[in-house]
């Protein structure tokens, strides 16, 4: 069964650092998310992304987040300076048309120290 | 602005036995998806089971069904012949319309039921 895949699984990095987190969607779909889920908490909403642009955005998707496609298969989100509230496990998402379920990758842990 | 609402943090099941996990949700839209995921401690989310608001049938999958009532925004969960590996976090979730309408929408998710099965 095809999958989305996230890279790294577990990432720690120092405050005010850059991080990237990395994702390949299933081929052939064509809309891509990013969501967050601080520990213990449900999971947010981040950023939609389809036809090479973004789609829509919640309000914790500021000017320190930024999503791209560099090559027709992976679909990053960067986090420019991290702080520590950022810390929690992100989630890639792909969808094909219509009702289809969205199928999450096993998601990013971002350790922010 | 559209919300889903678990009202059960935890329940707790004896293998074998059937429980319902409780989903209500708010919107203006007529026609939208309803979806439950699980969150075993590994944290991958995992599609359940799905439901398209203009159906009236009930969705099914093997041990996993909905009771949907669209008048009511109730949407819950049944897990029959439960088993130990159904032990995970449950989250219901509705898929908005999105800024552009169609199929541009995004998840909102509630924030979780955690079953509990005792062997």
């Known amino acids: 069964e095809p999958e989305v895949t996230q890279t790294p699984s577990h990432q720690v990095t120092q405050m005010g650092q850059e991080v990237i987190l990395r994702c390949v969607p299933i081929s052939n779909h064509l809309y891509f998310y990013w969501y967050r889920q601080i520990l213990g908490q449900k999971v947010e909403f981040l950023v939609s992304?389809?036809?090479?642009?973004?789609?829509?955005k919640s309000e914790i998707f500021d000017d320190q987040f930024s999503v791209e496609r560099p090559d027709g298969s992976n679909f990053t989100l960067k986090i420019r300076s991290t702080k520590l509230e950022d810390s929690a496990m992100y989630f890639c998402?792909?969808?094909?048309?219509?009702?289809?379920?969205?199928?999450f990758g096993s998601g990013t842990r971002l350790t922010v120290v | 602005a559209q919300t889903v609402t678990q009202s059960q943090p935890e329940m707790s099941v004896q293998e074998a036995e059937t429980v319902t996990l409780s989903c209500t949700y708010d919107t203006s839209e007529s026609d939208y998806y309803l979806f439950w995921y699980k969150q075993p401690p590994s944290r991958q989310m995992i599609l359940v089971i799905r439901q398209e608001a203009y159906k009236q049938q009930n969705a099914t999958e093997n041990r996993f069904s909905v009771n949907f009532q669209k008048a009511a925004k109730s949407f819950s969960l049944k897990i029959s012949d439960s088993q130990l590996g159904d032990a995970a976090m449950y989250f219901c979730a509705y898929r908005t319309p999105g800024v552009y309408g169609g199929s541009q929408g995004n998840l909102i998710f509630g924030k979780g039921t955690k079953l509990s099965v005792k062997p």
């Open positions: 998402a792909s969808r094909a048309t219509g009702g289809g379920g969205y199928t």
């Open positions: 992304f389809y036809n090479n642009e973004i789609s829509e």
